[in-house]
Nanobody, 117 residues
């Protein structure tokens, strides 16, 4: 029932910026904690940023000060603003939704972010 659709990925030079968007449908967005994960080839998927239903945020240390997660409940959308991008940020980025009382998560299809000169 729940679908997550990411957009905004692409290729940028080091130091550039991208904004990822994740649009949710099929559920009550405002009661879901949301997050962005990323996975590079040969590496484990990691949590990049998360935001609670009331707007509290957390980030993996490597992106602090550069990335900002936000949500617009009226639009059922979560964003990841990525500034000062580095080659090591290159990965497929996935949107994640955590239902409030269930033991599984919903995942988007992923969007590729490539940072290269």
């Amino acid at each position: 029932q729940v679908q997550l659709v990411e957009s905004g990925g692409g290729m940028v030079q080091p130091g550039g910026s991208l904004r990822l968007s994740c649009a949710a449908s099929g559920s009550i967005f405002s009661i879901y904690a949301m997050g962005w994960y990323r996975q590079a080839p040969g590496k484990q998927r990691e949590l990049v940023a998360a935001i609670t239903t009331v707007g509290s945020t957390k980030y993996v240390e490597s992106v602090k000060g550069r990335f900002t997660i936000s949500r617009d409940n009226a639009k059922n959308t979560v964003y990841l603003q990525m500034n000062s991008l580095k080659p090591e940020d290159t990965a497929v980025y996935y949107c994640n939704a955590d239902p409030p009382s269930l033991t599984f998560d919903y995942w988007g299809q992923g969007t590729q972010v490539t940072v290269s000169s």
